[in-house]
């Protein structure tokens, strides 16, 4: 029974892991393509990290596995956000049939200023809180 | 179980190649960074299997460290685009 959870915790990740690959050939642009990569093998990688866990089923083993899975959950989003916002700013171009880009209006590319478009003076001022001390 | 895992390094050999395709083709510098850290991610997984495989339990070790390296390469990369300016390649 168990070998049967594990082979096919291995063959569903090692699967997943082709399935982003095939995405970052197929995709059309970095964004698209991004987000092939950090899903799918993030769970791949995961699900074979749960297989070497109960393959082994000791302690340490178990710990080390999981210090793996928990490390790739932190990490993935990161560095996948930290080169989007990179190629972004480098000008990569976008794909043809990108239907909405909302950070284009409020950014400008030299100067690497955001506006939301609603700053004014009254909004600027700072609230008072309740846990102000007096 | 011999079985599956070989069936599931030979899917995960195939992911680096089309990896490196990926790596080789990129019309741009973060496209090849993207490939490459699916390439650190597939590599981890492949170490995990060979642990499965061997039984030995310290290659796990070196799936921590694999997978360390591609998150800083990444950042690394990342960083030296946005320090670098706007390119056109």
Known sequence: ?134 | MDTVILISQVLMSLTLVLTFVRVVRGPSLPDRVVALELFSTTVVGLVGLYAIKTGVASFLDAAIVIALMGFLAAIGFARFLERGGPRDD
């Open chain 1, 1 to 134: 029974m168990i070998d049967f959870i594990k082979g096919s915790l291995i063959l569903v990740g090692a699967c997943l892991m082709l399935l982003s690959a095939i995405g970052l050939l197929r995709l059309p642009d970095l964004l698209t393509r991004m987000h092939a990569t950090t899903k799918a093998a993030a769970l791949g990688v995961i699900l074979i990290m749960a297989a070497v866990g109960m393959h082994f089923a000791q302690a340490g083993v178990v710990a080390r596995a999981f210090a793996i899975i928990t490390f790739i959950l932190i990490t993935a989003p990161i560095a996948a956000h930290v080169i989007g916002r990179a190629g972004y700013f480098v000008g990569t171009k976008l794909w043809s049939g990108t239907i909405k880009d909302e950070l284009r209006p409020n950014y400008d590319p030299l100067t690497h200023e955001l506006k939301s478009g609603l700053e004014t003076r009254e909004n600027a001022k700072r609230q008072p809180r309740d846990s102000d001390p007096d």
